[in-house]
């Protein structure tokens, strides 16, 4: 009877450690998973809002490209920055680069990588000026909106608008670990500052639209 007891006793203790430790890495992936998203998107807020543009500089530019794979978004976004960072001694402070989000399909699934392009030399078309870095993994969908003051839309060209839009929103759609859909989006106004010269239309946002992007 002892033995039976200490079985069953060493059973339960034995399950209850298993359930622990399933916990755990639960919540360790859970965990790491958010801190991914979280730093993707300070990185997007971050560099969106340094989006640059002057109308007098071909170099300059802002350019977003609706794209659908499998019936679902798959945007592109192409824009210039003016930079806080030296690129050797003694440059100036600030620079000029060109960044570029997009994604690339997974080839063992019907996933997508988001991949971040930085061009660090806008004079210099050589692949050594082209820094290609990859953020996140198993993306569903990617999906970028801007807001002109008065609409949102799927698409926008600088040099059609010459003008930076007042939001730039971004939903994405990414598959956990669980194989879930989980949805982050996350909305940036660029200052009106950030353009070299007058934006053309209007530039206040009116009144109860355009916060959420729906």
């Known amino acids: 009877m002892a033995f039976g007891?200490?079985?069953?006793?060493?059973?339960?203790?034995?399950?209850?450690?298993?359930?622990?430790?399933?916990?755990?890495?639960?919540?360790?992936?859970?965990?790491?998973?958010?801190?991914?998203?979280?730093?993707?998107r300070y990185l997007l807020r971050n560099e969106t809002l340094s989006a640059y543009l002057n109308q007098n500089d071909p170099l300059t530019l802002f350019m977003g490209f609706p794209n659908r794979t499998h019936g679902r978004d798959t945007d592109t976004l192409l824009f210039t920055t003016l930079a806080q960072t030296r690129l050797s001694q003694g440059a100036p402070i600030s620079h000029l680069e060109g960044l570029e989000y997009i994604l690339f399909k997974d080839p063992a699934s019907r996933l997508f990588t988001l991949v971040h392009e930085q061009n660090t030399n806008l004079l210099s078309y050589g692949v050594q000026a082209v820094l290609p870095e990859?953020?996140?993994?198993?993306?569903?969908?990617?999906?970028?909106?801007?807001?002109?003051?008065?609409?949102?839309?799927?698409?926008?060209?600088?040099?059609?608008?010459?003008?930076?839009?007042?939001?730039?929103?971004?939903?994405?759609?990414?598959?956990?670990?669980?194989?879930?859909?989980?949805?982050?989006?996350?909305?940036?106004?660029?200052?009106?500052?950030?353009?070299?010269?007058?934006?053309?239309?209007?530039?206040?946002?009116?009144?109860?639209?355009?916060?959420?992007?729906?």
């Open 5 to 40: 007891i200490l079985a069953i006793i060493m059973g339960l203790l034995f399950e209850a450690i298993r359930t622990t430790d399933m916990t755990i890495a639960h919540v360790s992936s859970k965990t790491r998973f958010e801190r991914k998203m979280e730093t993707l």
């Open 134 to 214: 990859r953020l996140l993994t198993r993306i569903w969908s990617f999906r970028i909106r801007y807001f002109d003051g008065m609409l949102w839309t799927d698409r926008w060209n600088s040099v059609q608008t010459h003008s930076l839009p007042l939001l730039v929103r971004f939903d994405i759609v990414v598959l956990n670990a669980k194989k879930e859909k989980e949805r982050f989006f996350e909305e940036v106004q660029i200052p009106e500052a950030m353009v070299g010269q007058v934006q053309g239309g209007g530039n206040q946002i009116p009144e109860g639209s355009g916060s959420t992007g729906n």
